[in-house]
């Protein structure tokens, strides 16, 4: 008992301190329990200097997202893989129709030919053909064909039947310099697509044509009769239909059908405009072959 007994005694300048570390502990708790520490003092989250903080929180976010994204770098479209075809955005039967064709010992030696062969769209066409990347023989002979397509006269000296756009013949296009037989039988096809030129700026979207060839085909033709287009009633269209219908591809044809299936009826065609992601800078041309009955 005496070894335990010589562990637990203290003396009294002992006991007075312990009595004092109890007393703080015990005021401090009541400080903690009964003051209000809060400030009343509220924060503005929209001043200019957070605003600011923001912003920049934003565009170091969008830097960090953009560098998270797959780099293209150039390369020979005749050895695109199927995973290098996937990470392009080419659908399987895109990337077949090119290995079918490398396998006749065939290569394909501009972007015009890359899409005749693969049949990918305009869009993507644009996205990845700045990242081809040919031999250096093959270059300087586009180069040289490309040169030999233009020269400084617009309209070489043949006449034509007429100056209505939506009436012209392959033959006709084919007077502009510039403009081949190729390129005249794809504006043709093109126009027969759309069922008529309504835009001049249209004639943009045919694949391929130069917007100096562009000029050079308005300075001669124009629209005088507009054509007169057969629209569907978006209500009652099928989604194999709908999908035929120019400046509409699969994902917006798809979005029509459940903004469909969700208000039951479009009671008029702006409505389409509420649909997320629509693209509004095609509403004028979507329209020319739609409406709501």
Same mark, same amino acid.
């Given at each position: ?16 301190g312990?009595f ?5 502990i015990?005021? *401090?708790?009541?400080?903690?329990? %009964? &003051?209000?520490?809060? !400030?009343?003092n509220?924060i503005?989250? @929209?001043?200019s200097e957070? /605003?600011?903080?923001?912003?920049q929180?934003?565009?170091?976010k ?6 998270r994204?797959p780099k ?19 659908s ?5 129709r090119?290995?079918? *064709?490398?396998?006749?010992?065939? %290569? &394909?030696?501009?972007k !015009?030919?890359?899409?005749?062969v693969? @049949?990918v769209?305009?869009? /993507? ?9 040919f ?6 002979r586009n ?6 397509l233009?020269?400084?006269n617009?309209?070489k ?11 012209a013949?392959?033959?006709?296009f084919?007077t502009?310099?510039g403009?081949?037989e190729?390129y005249s ?7 027969t ?10 004639l ?8 100096e060839?562009?000029?050079k ?7 005088i009769?507009?054509?007169i ?11 194999k ?6 400046y509409?591809?699969y ?9 469909r299936d969700?208000v039951?009826?479009l009671?008029n065609?702006?409505?389409?405009k ?20």
């Open positions: 008992m005496k070894i335990f007994k010589s562990h637990f005694w203290y003396n009294k300048s002992q006991r007075n312990i004092f570390l109890v007393t703080l015990i005021i *401090f708790q009541l400080i903690i329990v %009964f &003051v209000d520490f809060t !400030s009343n509220k503005d989250l @929209k001043t957070v /605003l600011a903080f923001r912003n929180i934003d565009s170091l969008s830097v960090e997202l953009e560098n994204k293209i770098y150039p390369f020979n479209p005749n050895y695109i893989t199927d995973f290098k075809g996937e990470q392009l955005g080419m399987i039967e895109e990337i077949d090119l290995l079918l *064709f490398r396998k006749t010992n065939k %290569f &394909v030696n501009s !015009s030919e890359f899409q005749k693969t @049949k769209s305009d869009s /993507l066409l644009n996205k990845i053909s700045p990242y081809f990347k031999p250096e023989w093959v270059t300087k180069q040289i064909t490309s040169k030999n233009y020269s400084s617009n309209i000296k043949i006449s034509i039947s007429t100056s209505d756009i939506n009436k013949t392959a033959e006709d084919k502009i310099r403009i081949g190729a039988e794809r504006i043709v096809k093109y126009r697509k759309l069922q008529g030129f309504t835009y001049n700026n249209q943009n979207e045919v694949w391929g044509l130069d917007q060839v562009v000029k085909v308005l300075s001669v033709f124009k629209i009769e507009k054509p287009i057969k629209k569907v009633n978006v209500n009652t269209v099928s989604f239909d709908l999908l035929k219908k120019p509409i591809d994902n917006l044809c798809k979005k029509i059908f459940e903004y969700e039951a009826e009671q065609i702006s409505e389409l509420n649909i997320s992601g629509f693209p509004l800078d095609k509403y004028d041309r979507i329209v020319l072959y739609l409406v709501a009955e």
